[in-house]
């Protein structure tokens, strides 16, 4: 079992940022891949970023490539979804999730997530 953490939601003007952080406990973190996800009312669930197991790589959806970056601490079990350039469409649940052994944007791919934490962006 592996326990997600989410932290460091908020609300924010148009413009702005913000820096999500997801604590792991359990299984060794660094056997995981780590996704961001979010849920914004009414909407699925979407893919955010991933990063590889070591950190070295990294992949984005389309509409936060080039604003948000995705980074990881192994040895302080974390990883962290860092937010600028903050738009109105950016205001959603955002979940952090771990996924053993394979490297994916399905959120159907992932094996634990965690409880989410919200985000609004006021315009």
């Known amino acids: 079992q592996v326990q997600l953490v989410e932290s460091g939601g908020g609300l924010v003007q148009a413009g702005g940022s913000l820096r999500l952080s997801c604590a792991a406990s359990g299984r060794t973190f660094s056997n995981y891949v780590m996704g961001w996800f979010r849920q914004a009312p009414g909407k699925e669930r979407e893919f955010v970023a991933y990063?590889?197991?070591?950190?070295?790589?990294?992949y984005y959806a389309a509409s936060v490539k080039g604003r948000f970056t995705i980074s990881r601490d192994n040895a302080k079990n974390t990883v962290y979804l860092q937010m600028n350039s903050l738009k109105p469409e950016d205001t959603a649940v955002y979940y952090c999730?771990?996924?053993?052994?394979?490297?994916?944007?399905?959120?159907?791919?992932?094996?634990?997530w965690g409880q989410g934490t919200q985000v609004t962006v006021s315009s």
């Open positions: 999730a771990a996924a053993l052994l394979t490297i994916t944007t399905r959120r159907d791919e992932y094996d634990y």
């Open positions: 990063i590889n197991y070591s950190g070295g790589s990294t």
